[in-house]
T-cell receptor
Framework: GAVVSQHPSRVICKSGTSVKIECRSL??????MFWYRQFPKQSLMLMAT?????????EQGVEKDKFLINHASLTLSTLTVTSAHPEDSSFYIC?????????????FGQGTRLTVV | DAKTTQPNSMESNEEEPVHLPCNHS???????IHWYRQLPSQGPEYVIH???SNVNNRMASLAIAEDRKSSTLILHRATLRDAAVYYC????????????FGKGTRLSVIA
């Protein structure tokens, strides 16, 4: 079946540095990808919608200058957490589905556990 | 987005069937009912989805009430590997919209 690969699976960075997370659709093209984050014991919260070739759409309360999203090709979206702080420590997950109707299943990456120290 | 209501947690014995309920009383006529599950420290994975009729696949069955205001995910024989958070999500038939996750049901399976 279709696979979405996310890299890295784990990253530890120092406060003030930036971290890039990649999300690839391995065997299908995705004009749209979605980025979520998940804090411990909580559900997934949608951060932004990544659109190939155009600007991402951010959910209310998500800083677009802090969470930079680039969707330069039909198989790759990246999320860069800039000037990371300990409160950005979270589990980041991307999702994609093949273009089609609403009943098409969504595929998720394995997630990236970010720890900012 | 139309909301769903699920119990916070459920427990099952291994090898027993599990019925995970979901209420979605404000569902619209074009909303599909999707179920995903999330194993610990992993991204969610698709389980099953349906519109009006009951659905079966290799993972589970989905029973949808006649008025579509509720549905039940059925795991026919729970295994330890089925321990996860199960999310019932409504998704409209309107393009490439994101899945909006509620709190889900945390299923524990006892050996």
């Amino acid at each position: 079946g279709a696979v979405v690969s996310q890299h890295p699976s784990r990253v530890i960075c120092k406060s003030g540095t930036s971290v890039k997370i990649e999300c690839r659709s391995l065997d299908f093209q995705a004009t749209t990808m979605f980025w979520y984050r998940q804090f411990p014991k909580q559900s997934l919260m949608l951060m932004a919608t990544s659109n190939e070739g155009s600007k991402a759409t951010y959910e209310q309360g998500v800083e677009k200058d802090k969470f930079l999203i680039n969707h330069a090709s039909l198989t790759l979206s990246t999320l860069t957490v800039t000037s990371a702080h300990p409160e950005d420590s979270s589990f980041y997950i991307c999702s994609a589905r093949e273009s089609g109707t609403a009943n098409t299943e969504a595929f998720f990456g394995q997630g990236t556990r970010l720890t900012v120290v | 987005d139309a909301k769903t209501t699920q119990p916070n947690s459920m427990e099952s014995n291994e090898e027993e069937p599990v019925h995970l309920p979901c209420n979605h009383s404000t569902i619209s006529g074009t909303d599909y009912i999707h179920w995903y599950r999330q194993l610990p420290s992993q991204g969610p994975e698709y389980v099953i989805h349906g519109l009006t009729s009951n659905v079966n696949n290799r993972m589970a069955s989905l029973a949808i009430a006649e008025d579509r205001k509720s549905s039940t995910l059925i795991l026919h024989r729970a295994t330890l590997r089925d321990a996860a958070v199960y999310y019932c999500i409504l998704r409209p038939y309107s393009g490439n919209t994101p899945l909006v996750f509620g709190k889900g049901t945390r299923l524990s399976v006892i050996a």
